[in-house]
C-alpha cells in the first residue's frame, strides 16, 4: 500500500520560513508524481494552493511556494502571517493512484 | 466564476445504497477531469475516484473499487458517484472537485461536500 508522508506538525513565527515537505513510499517523487498543495482551515473545503510541483492559482499569495527538495515536493512559505494557519494536505500520483499526505498542522506563533 | 454543489448526502443504513451530485458551472466542464474526495469529520483526505473527460478513464480507491461507480452527464455539466454496500466507515464528507486536463494531475477547485453518514 502507497504512503505519503507530510510532517504532523510544524511551529513559525510571525514573519519567519517555514518549509513542508511531502514524500511517496515508493521513491524519489519527481514532477510526474504531478504534486498539488491544499490548505484547509477549520469549518472549511479545501482550497489549491499549488499544482503541478509549483503552479499557483490566482488566490494563491505570493509568500507559498512550491518545489522538489531532496526526492520530496515541498511547500515553503516565506514571510509567514498568522491566517497562515491551517492544515496543509499534499497530494501525489504514486503508486498508481492519487495519494493524499496525512496533513501538516502549522501553527503560526 | 467556478462553482461545485454537491448533493445527495444523507443518512444511510448499513448495506444499503446511496447517489451523490455535484453541479458544475462557471467553466466548460468537458474540458477537465473530475474527482471524488472524502474527509471523515476531523480527520484526513483520502481520493476517491475520478473520471477524465469524455468517461473513457475512470479509477477508484482500493477502499471503494467495486462498491461505488463515478460517472458524468457533460451534457448537464454533472458528476455523480453511485456508492454501493455501504459501510459505516464510508461515513464521511464528500467533496466534489475539479481535475485538470488528465487525470493523475490532481485538483484545483472544490465543493463544500455533502455529508453521508452510514449507520444503523
Known amino acids: 500500500q502507497t504512503v505519503v508522508t507530510q510532517e504532523p506538525s510544524l511551529t513559525v513565527s510571525p514573519g519567519g520560513t517555514v518549509t513542508l515537505t511531502c514524500a511517496c513510499s515508493t521513491g524519489p517523487v519527481t514532477s510526474d508524481y504531478y504534486p498539488n498543495w491544499f490548505q484547509q482551515k477549520p469549518g472549511q473545503a479545501p482550497r489549491t494552493l499549488i499544482y503541478?510541483?509549483?503552479n499557483k492559482h490566482s488566490w494563491t499569495p505570493a509568500r507559498f511556494s512550491g518545489s522538489l527538495l531532496g526526492g520530496k515536493a515541498a511547500l515553503t512559505l516565506s514571510g509567514a502571517q498568522p491566517e497562515d494557519e491551517a492544515e496543509y494536505y499534499c497530494l501525489l500520483y504514486c503508486g498508481g493512484a492519487q495519494v493524499f499526505g496525512g496533513g501538516t498542522k502549522l501553527t503560526v506563533l | 466564476e467556478v462553482q461545485l454543489v454537491e448533493s445527495g448526502g444523507g443518512l444511510v443504513q448499513p448495506g444499503r445504497s446511496l447517489r451523490l451530485s455535484c453541479a458544475a458551472s462557471?467553466?466548460?466542464?468537458?474540458?477537465?477531469?473530475m474527482h471524488w474526495v472524502r474527509q471523515v469529520p476531523g480527520k484526513g483526505l483520502e481520493w476517491v475516484s475520478g473520471?477524465?473527460?469524455?468517461?473513457?478513464?475512470?479509477a477508484y480507491a482500493d477502499s471503494v473499487k467495486g462498491r461505488f461507480t463515478i460517472s458524468r452527464d457533460n451534457g448537464k455539466s454533472a458528476l455523480f458517484l453511485q456508492m454501493n454496500s455501504l459501510r459505516p466507515e464510508d461515513t464521511a464528507l464528500y467533496y466534489c472537485s475539479r481535475g485538470f486536463n488528465g487525470l493523475r494531475l490532481g485538483m484545483g477547485y472544490w465543493g463544500q461536500g455533502t455529508l453521508v453518514t452510514v449507520s444503523s
Open positions: 462557471g467553466f466548460t466542464f468537458d474540458d477537465f477531469a
Open positions: 503541478l510541483t509549483n
Open positions: 473520471i477524465n473527460w469524455n468517461s473513457g478513464y475512470t
